[in-house]
């Protein structure tokens, strides 16, 4: 009932908004949920368009953003009421959004997008014009896609044959052949070796089989200070003298937009240094 009456009054709040301030805004005002949207509406949205971001982003494991420009945004944990009380026009989250939630925005008639994880390098860039457009700014969506294709221009192979390589991350678990890592180790002159081999998204390699069978670079997107992932730290890949072990950051690995730049940037610089 708390929750109820809240929402109610936060209900009657937002519509003793006049008309007339609500229609001379030129942009929507956002709250974004996720920090996939975070980085790149940061990238394509006017500063006091973006009422908050996730939590997520002001995390280092979890950001994909720089922590000193995500820490300069509010931020929200997704709770239905800290996002009513800011009575955005918009709200961007993912695809995980509970049900009782989404229900409570539908409620008050606040409009919800939410955004699928991206697979490839082209759902990205157009994930990244649909959020400009939703940001009224469709030309900073185009001139961020333009960087993106810079960084991948800048990041292709030369001619010859790709550098096996798999991605581990936390426990062990590899990334499936659909998934924007592997496009963008293929765009980048390696061979997405655990696809390769018939894994799946979220199969895990156990240390056993990575040497008995071992790539030419191992990029580790674990937690070296983690239980869970001393695997991928274990003493015995010492002994693993014609591959090179190599960090990818966690963060690199799921979102698109200017998360792209970075992630050619690195995987750029291994291949170089091979």
Sequence with gaps: ????????????????????EVEARQHPTIVSLNPCSDAILAEVADREQILAIS????????????????????????????????????IVADEFVPAATRAAFADLGLR???LPIVSSVEQAKQQVLNLARLAGHPERGRALNARIDAALAQA??????????IVWQSGGIVP??????????????????????????ADVLPLEAMLADPPQVIFSAGD???NEDRMLSH????????TSRERFDRS??????PTIIRAAERLNAVRNSL
Excluded at 178 to 194: C, I, P, Q
Excluded at 235 to 242: C, G, M
Excluded at 252 to 257: I, P, S, T
């Design 1 to 20: 009932m708390r929750v109820l009456a809240l929402l109610v009054g936060l209900l009657a709040a937002s519509c003793s908004q006049a008309p007339a």
């Design 55 to 90: 939590h997520f982003s002001q995390d280092p494991s979890s950001s994909s953003m720089e922590l000193d420009d995500a820490r300069s945004y509010p931020a929200v944990s997704g709770s239905a009421e800290e996002v009513l009380a800011l009575s955005p026009d918009l």
């Design 112 to 114: 919800l997008v939410q």
């Design 156 to 165: 292709r192979p030369p001619l010859g044959d790709p550098v096996a390589a």
């Design 176 to 201: 499936g052949r659909k998934t924007l890592v592997a496009d963008m180790l293929e765009r980048t002159g390696f061979a997405h070796l655990s696809a390769t081999r018939g894994m799946r998204q």
């Design 224 to 226: 070296p200070r983690s």
């Design 235 to 242: 003493p015995a890949l010492e002994a693993l003298d014609q």
């Design 252 to 257: 690199l690995l799921w979102c698109g937009g």
